[in-house]
């Protein structure tokens, strides 16, 4: 469990921080890597320059089609589904949804359509 320590974690300010740093630093940088160390906090050189290898074999790996792209729902979808799943409401039906996110999409959001609130209980909800 030696790879599990604090280098090998990163969370995700420190996610959001490396790659802006990325953009930041271009490849023709002078110093580059020293200089997104920086601007990451918690992170060594080595651990940058790690986590870089890491995400070129990641890109690598999806690019030759050796990892599947994720099938995402559209962005008017994609809230509702993360909060159902981290919920328990999905359940069982995960890998489904992947094979027939189309469908899937259209009889949730017919589902969705229901009947306005009335305005006692959009006061009573806690809306202006």
Known sequence: MEEANSSSLW??????AFENALVTHPED???RWEKIAADVPGKTLEDIKHHYELLVED??????GRVPVPCYPSSSDG???ANEGSSGKKGGHSHGDSAHSGKASRSDQERRKGIAWT???HRFAGYP
Do not use: P, Y
């Not at 890109?59 to 030759?64: F, G, H, R, V």
């Open 119 to 121: 305005e006692d209980e």
């Open 29 to 31: 940088c002078s110093d």
């Open 59 to 64: 890109i690598n790996a999806i690019e030759s």
């Open 11 to 16: 969370s995700r300010e420190q996610e959001k």
């Open 79 to 81: 809230g509702d589904h």
